[in-house]
């Protein structure tokens, strides 16, 4: 009733250092200062409310605003920077199924459910990856261009297992320690593949032909400084230009 009411008209009421207003009627709620820092205690949970219609909360250090809950926006709003400290994940999923932490080493993402996917939708713009150059630098080594819808990679790529590709593959170089096989990914030993083999510097084609044609319209030559060894035919439809030819028992131009 309007009796229990008690009405401050102007001035405050005051607490000294240590003592505590008290809430409730088992006291569940104390507020009090010991003239260094403020202390807000609760028994239970504690709730801070705005009544008003899509009213904000605000936590502030001083008239700085460091976070905000806005009610119209229905969202957080982080004015500084959120730090987690080593070992302290950032959890997503209603199970907890993927987490960014940092364990003091290296930065982690784990994930226990579902694919990671990563989308840029902002229109021909790329996804690129940087690392450290060796220098102190950083340089690109992987770019998804998503003007050109390609990929590109800027250093030497090293693979232990088969690289395939269902379209064509373009390159300026191919290098390869020992072998370079080229040709069913599978190893069928009966499929079409050529073979370079550094040991011996020899190339070899197996279980097809070898053509040379025209590439976008242009004509274009087979230049050969090494002996050619053939076991079985070798046949052209223009014109085989050498300069020695070998005696041998045959040789046989097919038209």
Do not use: M, W
Request: glycine share 10%; net charge negative; charged share 20%.
């Amino acid at each position: 009733s309007a009796a229990n009411v008690l009405v401050f008209d102007g001035g405050h009421f005051r607490f000294t250092t240590d003592t505590e207003a008290r809430f409730g009627s088992s006291q569940i709620l104390r507020i009090s200062s010991d003239n260094t820092d403020g202390d807000i205690r609760s028994a239970g949970n504690l709730k801070l409310r705005t009544t008003t219609a899509d009213g904000d909360i605000l936590f502030q250090s001083g008239s700085t605003e460091f976070l905000r809950l806005d009610g119209g926006d229905g969202h957080f709003i982080i004015s500084k920077e959120l730090q987690f400290l080593n070992n302290i994940p950032a959890r997503f999923g209603t199970s907890n199924n993927s987490q960014i932490y940092h364990d003091a080493a290296q930065l982690r993402i784990d994930n226990s459910i579902g694919d990671i996917d990563i989308f840029n939708f902002a229109n021909n713009k790329d996804i690129s990856f940087f690392t450290d150059d060796g220098t102190g630098s950083t340089t690109e080594y992987l770019r998804f261009d998503g003007g050109d819808v390609s990929t590109i990679i800027f250093t030497p790529l090293t693979a232990s297992g088969n690289i395939s590709a269902s379209g064509t593959i373009f390159t300026n170089k191919i290098e390869s320690p020992t072998t370079l096989l080229l040709g069913d990914p599978d190893g069928n030993t009966s499929g079409a593949r050529i073979s370079v083999n550094q040991s011996n510097n020899t190339v070899s084609v197996f279980s097809a032909d070898l053509v040379v044609g025209q590439i976008g319209g242009a004509e274009r030559n087979l230049n050969v400084t090494r002996h050619i060894t053939a076991s079985g035919n070798i046949s052209a439809s223009g014109t085989i230009i050498g300069n020695l030819v070998p005696q041998i028992p045959k040789v046989e131009l097919l038209s």
